[in-house]
């Protein structure tokens, strides 16, 4: 019933930047949480940062001062804006959000397709 459009991944030289962002379209009543995961070739899926609809921010330790998560509530649209990129940063990006559908319903947790980035040295 809900789908995360994802967009802004590609191919960056290291000290680069790229802005992905990310949409929620269908059935919503209210978007809660939404944030950015991402998973390297052979290594667990992290959580890299995430923003709740009253603006509270987690970002992991090793993107603080490179990486900023942002949001527009009213186009039900979450950011990340990657700056300073390194090679390690390479990976699948993936959105998520937690949707609720209705004002008495629970919230539904919804992942993006993914979107890669590649930062070349």
């Known amino acids: 019933q809900v789908q995360l459009v994802e967009s802004g991944g590609g191919l960056v030289q290291a000290g680069g930047s790229l802005r992905l962002s990310c949409a929620a379209s269908g059935h919503i009543f209210r978007v809660n949480d939404m944030g950015w995961d991402r998973q390297a070739p052979g290594k667990q899926r992290e959580l890299v940062a995430s923003i709740s609809r009253d603006g509270t921010i987690n970002v992991e330790d090793s993107v603080k001062g490179r990486f900023t998560i942002s949001r527009d509530s009213a186009k039900n649209t979450v950011y990340l804006e990657m700056n300073m990129l390194k090679p390690e940063d390479t990976a699948v990006y993936y959105c998520?959000?937690?949707?609720?559908?209705?004002?008495?319903?629970?919230?539904?947790?919804?992942w993006g397709q993914g979107t890669q980035v590649t930062v070349s040295s």
């Open positions: 998520n959000a937690y949707v609720k559908e209705s004002t008495w319903g629970r919230q539904k947790e919804y």
